[in-house]
């Protein structure tokens, strides 16, 4: 025979036909006479199947070799050694007979040669074996998971020690691919971290491999990426997942179907994995992607061709259907444990153990979701599955897996009764699922046995439990890159804190349940407000200023578009003297509009991903009760933490020096009893029919005043205090607590007896006094006013005419109509003052709360640039927002995030902030805000002040409207006689007119009052409620 293999002697030959061996040194002579056709291998192999099964053939075709290298001269060597590397690596990838033992062969023949390719004598060669040795390694079937992947590592870093980057970036850049497969599949160590390494190695890989150059290599590593993604724990699982749909596509730029069936279809395998999990969008139309994905991979791998990715691609057309929830389910669940039971025709226990107790795993689960029919026994069939994977998943072998059969089989128990097994499987599964590590999995196991436990009354494990599933929804949270989606994950998450709260309550640790409660809160505006605080000096990076001009851009864009609508269909929210019956749309004006936005939206969650504290550089930890206690600067100061659970709505009172604080509960009044009922009954109502809203208003708050049971809150709890700084819950933000009627022979609302400031949460406001801290500001307030940037609002610039007499602003700072209350102009003397009046129109956007706007001369300025770096305000202390709907906005979900106009000021930068729940009458709030100027100027506070202005406008008779009517008149007729002794058109002309038409109008405004039935026309809540302070004192 050539080559040096030689011949083998009759004898020999006879004991080999017993072995198989003859087979194949008779395939190996056939292949290198062939010149190494790989075709010709093929077919050899495929016509005998049978003989590969012979599980001694590894041994003894390397005893064989070895023998034979001993005798034979260098030249025969090498000649040997070439020759079995090529055969080696083709049937090492080689789909059938038995592939457990082609992997065996394959490895035999890589060992032997190494003998003669050693590191000393071809550094080269034996690099490339090394690698060999490591793809061998990661595809092993036999022997222990773990050790394979070990050892190809190692195989992998020996051959980077010859394969440089610099020397050999080709080679480098395949090794780099395949120890991203090795740490990707990794099981010893951390598999978070392995994952990273991973995505690290792959991406290394592409540092080399470009699309151009090396299409295929390219494309693999794509793949990779994609999937890697896909198995992803650290960040946010949404992010993850659309990261592997574009490294999918990628790939399927260069594997076609036509050029590269094969990768085609692992890459289409991916893109069903990555759909099957993705929430983004319609989870109908995602599934029936995955399926047509996995669907169109069966073409290709098929159960001839390629039995074991076809047994896997059944596995996952088993899991889509399982996760299929519209259809027929029963049908789904069918489809479903058909696909398993397929998967274990070629999943057998001996061949491939780890994706043997995979398939279990799936059946039980399927098993566990088809309870409707035949209940026990589909329950004992899951935990039967469950079982059987456990003999492959070993703790020590496969602890993710271990840990998730032992879920699987808590949860079983569960609903079988068995709940001393369900909680002795979650704790063990705990024992894995760390909330570092695993947060997802680690906050399912411990919400269910949390649960398990308060069910059971057994308060202190249900504490302990819950802790574990809070710290991993926070750690979830922190790992999600942008703010909607970690807006997501606390709303998803309502139910442990409100659990934890209760159980806490029961526990009688009062203490523990307010932390809570604050920990749950704003959270959102909490990262906000610390990010831009890091800004508060002015730097800014250079790429973040360049979004920033992007985002300006866009917003120039959306108010040119407006400006090309009719404003009249837009009243209704802005200051034009009240509420119309038919509120315009809380959405974009039309498609041009709505296609801006998001464009704005994508390009300011881009600025935000260079946050800090979104990007998970600086953490925001949650007060303790006694940091919260030191916000209470007056033992006659309380803070009122309202929070609803499922079942009753709970006010913590915190007093100074009182630990644990005081609880009132308001049993029954829960989230479908209060909240739903507020939703239906005040904002409903405000949204859709303006008059029946205002009809309604002093019931609903003396109803809700009673289903909060405040006269009993009050006797028990608040004695003592003058102050009270109220943190509302979900829908009680929209509410003006101030105005809960109270039976008290001094007082009439809640308001009249405590001054009364805001805070979204305890830490918002912490925010606002370490500022004043840091930041201290003299006693000389430097003021400005912006009034009536759309020169419709007469009433407005009555009022800022007035409050400017009052400070002696300078004309400098008073920025008038449209000439001068420009966006540019707005910002730069809001960077300049202290204190800062806005009386112009305003919008809230309940459906894009970053789109909330106030309404300048030119442009806009909204929500949404007020929380970006651009807008840092660090000589800001007062903002007193006198437009509509100011501090109005609703929670998107049950993550308790109010994000308004006044919290985009404090976010800013200001500390205290004066602003509207509602549209607001123009004169009404003009005479408020008089009012308020008038009692700071006495040197009262902001609650104060706000209380008395409060005060003085409701209780306004019909005699002080006629005084005032009388001298707006005097003014008017002034101006009028001054006008007219202008020649028209000339300056002083213009001027006086302007004068004569702003005491006109508001003078046409207080005719109305006038025509009042009522004695004291303000008195009713619509028109004095509506404001509130939020900030500091």
């Known amino acids: 025979m050539a080559k040096g293999f030689g011949k083998i002697s009759s004898n020999k030959r006879e004991k080999s036909k017993k072995n198989n061996l003859y087979f194949l040194l008779n395939i190996l002579q056939e292949f290198v006479d062939s010149d190494s056709d790989w075709q010709v291998l093929e077919k050899l192999l495929r016509e005998n199947l049978d003989k590969l099964k012979n599980e001694e053939l590894a041994q003894d075709l390397q005893r064989w070799t070895m023998s034979k290298l001993f005798k034979a001269t260098s030249i025969e060597a090498k000649a040997i050694a070439s020759s079995l590397n090529d055969f080696s690596r083709f049937i090492q990838n080689f789909p059938l007979g038995d592939v457990a033992n082609n992997i065996e062969i394959a490895i035999a023949g890589y060992k032997v040669v190494e003998t003669v390719a050693t590191r000393d004598a071809f550094p080269e060669a034996w690099a490339s074996v090394q690698n060999n040795l490591g793809i061998a390694y990661s595809d092993r079937i036999r022997g222990a998971r773990s050790d394979n992947l070990d050892a190809a590592i190692k195989f992998f870093e020996a051959a980077l020690q010859v394969h440089t980057r610099s020397a050999f970036s080709e080679e480098w850049a395949k090794i780099q691919a395949n120890l991203g497969s090795a740490y990707r599949f990794k099981i010893r160590g951390d598999r978070a971290e392995n994952l990273e390494k991973a995505i690290i190695f792959y991406t290394n890989a592409l540092q080399v491999y470009s699309d151009e150059k090396f299409p295929q290599e390219w494309a693999d590593a794509q793949t990779n990426l994609g999937a890697t993604y896909i198995d992803r724990i650290k960040e946010d699982r949404e992010y993850n997942l659309e990261k592997a749909i574009i490294h999918c596509e990628n790939a399927l730029k260069v594997n076609t179907r036509e050029k590269f069936p094969k990768d085609w279809a692992d890459t289409q395998s991916n893109l069903g994995l990555a759909y099957s999990e993705l929430m983004r969008g319609s989870e109908k139309e995602n599934l029936e992607t995955a399926i047509k994905a996995y669907e169109a991979a069966l073409q290709i791998h098929t159960y001839e061709e390629s039995p074991a990715r076809w047994a896997a691609l059944q596995n996952f057309l088993g899991i889509a259907y399982f996760k299929c929830t519209h259809g027929d389910q029963a049908e789904n669940m069918k489809f479903a444990v058909a696909a398993f039971q397929l998967a274990l025709k070629v999943f057998t226990y001996r061949n491939f153990p780890k994706e043997w107790a995979d398939t279990h795993t799936n059946l039980g689960a399927a098993y566990f979701s088809s309870m409707k029919d035949n209940w026990g026994q589909n329950l004992e069939a899951a935990v ?250 007056q033992p006659t100061t309380a803070i009122v933490s309202f929070y609803t659970t499922t079942n009753n709505t709970y006010i913590f009172v915190l007093r100074q020096n009182q630990s644990p604080p005081y609880l009132h509960t308001c049993a029954v009044e829960g989230i479908e009893t209060l909240q739903n009922w507020i939703y239906e009954n005040w904002l409903q109502p405000y949204l859709n029919d303006g008059e029946t809203w205002q009809s309604q208003v002093s019931d609903f708050l003396s109803d809700l005043a009673q289903r909060l049971q405040i006269d009993h809150l009050i006797d028990h709890y608040l004695q003592g205090i003058e102050e009270l700084i109220l943190v509302p819950h979900l829908l009680l933000h929209q509410i003006p607590l101030a105005a809960l009627p109270i039976q008290d022979t001094e007082h009439s609302y809640l308001g009249d007896k405590f001054l009364i400031r805001y805070v979204p949460s305890c830490q918002v406001l912490e925010f606002c006094q370490d500022r004043e801290n840091r930041h201290p500001i003299g006693d000389f307030f430097n003021y400005g006013i912006v009034a009536d940037a759309t020169e419709d609002l007469p009433c407005a610039s009555f009022e800022a005419e007035q409050i400017a007499y009052l400070f002696n602003i300078p004309e400098s700072q008073h920025l008038k109509g449209r000439s001068q209350a420009t966006k540019s102009n707005y910002r730069q003397l809001a960077s300049q003052v202290q204190v800062l009046h806005s009386c112009h129109h305003a919008k809230s956007r309940l459906d894009k709360p970053l789109e909330s706007i106030l309404q300048l001369a030119d442009e806009t300025v909204t929500l949404g640039e007020l929380f970006t770096p651009g807008w840092r305000l660090p000589k800001l202390l007062d903002v007193f927002l006198s437009c509509c709907e100011t501090g109005l906005g609703v929670p998107e979900s049950l993550a308790d995030e109010i994000l308004t106009l006044s919290m985009g000021f404090l976010c800013a930068g200001a500390r205290s902030v004066i602003s509207t729940l509602w549209s607001v009458n123009d004169l009404a709030t003009a005479l408020f805000s008089i009012f308020y100027y008038q009692h700071r100027q006495e040197g009262k506070t902001r609650p104060e002040a706000l209380q008395q202005a409060q005060k003085k406008l409701r209780s306004l008779t019909q005699e002080d409207i006629r005084t005032l009517s009388q001298m707006l008149e005097t003014k008017r007729k002034e101006a009028r006689t001054q006008r007219n002794q202008n020649l028209p058109e000339s300056a002083d002309y213009l001027k006086w007119d302007s004068e004569y038409k702003k005491y006109a109008g508001v003078t046409l405004q207080i005719q109305k009052f006038r025509n009042s039935p009522d004695s004291e026309p303000f008195s009713h809540p619509r028109y004095w409620a509506a404001f509130t302070c939020s900030g500091l004192r």
């Not at 041009?592 to 969650?605: G, R, S, Y």
């Not at 600086?618 to 600067?633: K, T």
Request: with cysteine.
């Open 384 to 633: 039967e599955a469950f079982k059987l994977s456990l003999k492959i998943y070993r703790r020590e072998a496969f602890p993710e897996q271990w840990a998730s059969a032992q879920n699987n089989l808590g949860f079983a128990y569960k609903n079988q009764g068995k709940v001393v097994k369900a909680i002795r499987c979650f704790q063990l599964a705990l024992e894995i699922f760390k909330p570092a590590a695993f947060p997802k999995k680690s906050f399912k196991t411990a919400s269910t046995l949390g649960d398990i436990y308060l069910a059971e009354g057994q308060w202190t494990e249900a504490i302990e439990t819950y802790s574990i599933a809070i710290e991993a929804i926070e750690t979830s949270r922190s790992w999600a890159s942008t703010d909607a989606r970690r807006q997501e994950i606390m709303g998803e998450a309502f139910n442990v804190y409100a659990s934890m709260v209760q159980v806490c309550i029961q526990a009688g640790q009062l203490n523990r349940a307010v932390e809570t409660v604050e920990r749950s809160r704003s959270k959102r505006l909490v990262d906000l407000m610390a990010s831009n605080d890091l800004y508060s000096g002015g730097n800014i990076l250079p790429n973040v200023k360049e979004l920033l001009q992007q985002h300006e851009s866009l917003q120039n864009q959306i108010d040119s578009e407006r400006s090309h609508i009719d404003s009249d269909r837009n009243q209704g929210l802005m200051k034009a003297g009240g509420l119309i019956q038919n509120r315009p749309a809380f959405q974009a004006y039309n498609e041009a509009i709505a296609t801006l936005e998001f464009q704005k939206q994508q390009v300011f969650e881009q600025i935000r991903r260079l946050d800090p504290v979104l990007a998970g550089e600086i953490q925001v930890s949650a007060p303790s009760l006694a940091q919260m206690q030191q916000l209470i600067d």
